[in-house]
Nanobody, 124 residues
Framework: QVQLVESGGGLVRAGGSRSLSCAAS????????MAWFRQAPGAEREFVAG????????AYADSVKGRFTISRDDAKNTVYLQMNSLKPEDTAVYYC?????????????????WGQGSQITVSS
């Protein structure tokens, strides 16, 4: 059973930066597409960024393009989300997700494994 554990959440001022990490265990991490989703209060869970198992292809939501960067270190079984130029509307619980797939699904239904979530709060 794959387990995903996020870390790095917290409070940050608008315009600041924060990095999230997601450590995976219990599976063949290098074979999984990994992604970050987020969910704000009262909103649906939305796709933020994804990275294919090879690390050679990424995808981003329009709202974070140019500000967020997803990366992975297969030797450490870890995926990262570097968030720059943060805005108050980026405030949400951020979830790490994984699936064995040839693509980068952009809906939550496309993922099998989920972390517990990490809160990011951006103050104005």
């Amino acid at each position: 059973q794959v387990q995903l554990v996020e870390s790095g959440g917290g409070l940050v001022r608008a315009g600041g930066s924060r990095s999230l990490s997601c450590a995976a265990s219990g599976g063949t991490f290098s074979a999984y597409t990994m992604a970050w989703f987020r969910q704000a209060p009262g909103a649906e869970r939305e796709f933020v960024a994804g990275i294919k198992w090879s690390g050679g292809r990424t995808a981003y939501a329009d709202s974070v393009k140019g500000r967020f960067t997803i990366s992975r270190d297969d030797a450490k079984n870890t995926v990262y989300l570097q968030m720059n130029s943060l805005k108050p509307e980026d405030t949400a619980v951020y979830y790490c997700a994984g699936v064995s797939s040839w693509t980068i699904p952009q809906t939550s239904r496309g993922y099998t494994y989920w972390g517990q979530g990490s809160q990011i709060t951006v103050s104005s």
